[in-house]
């Protein structure tokens, strides 16, 4: 009886070792990134490829199997660094703690309640001078396909971004396809957006053939 209540224990205690294995690993499908969640849980999701730019920071799908993408900041909020799939990041929001051209650095410092960094707004044309203790402004902005760098030149705009207009501005994301249900039509460029189209559905025929009988001889 002992017996069968210690083989029934290390039984269970065998599934359970194997179950937690199991949630860990997440076990994503082929083409999927596990992403740990602040309560400990795993979520399988499709990668966004690229380089998230400023104020539209790398965000994990919502659900499990859904698609990554660079979800915009909403308004009053900011997200002043790059992000991509192995380093997410968040929008907090915009206090009045930095001078008109600048924009908070740190998010990490604001939630200790200590002042923190700023770094020139690029957004509105301010770029760094002095080793970064002053910001100068660009009087013009910079063209299709590029974004004020910090030397205060213009560059051309990382892969899978793009901006599409001429003056002020940092270039934006892709449209993730994916997330919109759609299947990419078309990758954008530095200057133009990817073009998405609506997903085509494989209808499978079944054919039969029918093959003439063999005529016999004297026919």
């Known amino acids: 009886m002992a017996g069968s209540k210690l083989s029934a224990v290390v039984v269970i205690s065998i599934c359970f070792v194997i179950f937690v294995s199991k949630s860990e690993s997440g076990h994503c499908n082929s083409g999927q990134t596990v992403h740990i969640l602040p309560n400990g849980s795993a979520r399988c999701c499709i990668p966004w490829p690229y380089t998230c730019p400023i104020n539209y920071p790398y965000t994990i799908c919502d659900k499990d199997g859904g698609p990554d993408v660079c979800r915009k900041c909403p308004s009053g909020s900011i997200q002043p660094n790059l992000s991509n799939s192995t380093h997410p990041k ?35 044309n301010y770029f760094p001078i002095m080793g970064g203790i002053g910001c100068d402004f660009k009087p013009r902005g910079c063209p299709k396909g590029k974004e004020l760098q910090v030397n205060g030149t213009c560059g051309e705009c990382l892969l899978g971004t793009y901006k599409d207009w001429g003056g002020f501005g940092l270039c934006k994301p ?28 494989v209808i499978s025929k079944h054919v039969t053939s029918v093959m003439p009988m063999n005529r016999t001889l004297g026919e």
């Open 90 to 124: 968040s929008c907090f929001k915009n206090r009045p703690i930095c001078s008109e051209d600048k924009v908070p650095l740190n998010r990490v410092e604001m939630l200790r309640g200590v002042r923190p960094s700023c770094i020139c707004d690029r957004a509105n």
């Open 174 to 201: 892709w449209t993730n396809c994916e997330s919109k249900r759609l299947s990419l039509k078309l990758n954008g460029t530095t200057s133009t957006d990817a073009k998405c189209e609506k997903q085509s559905k």
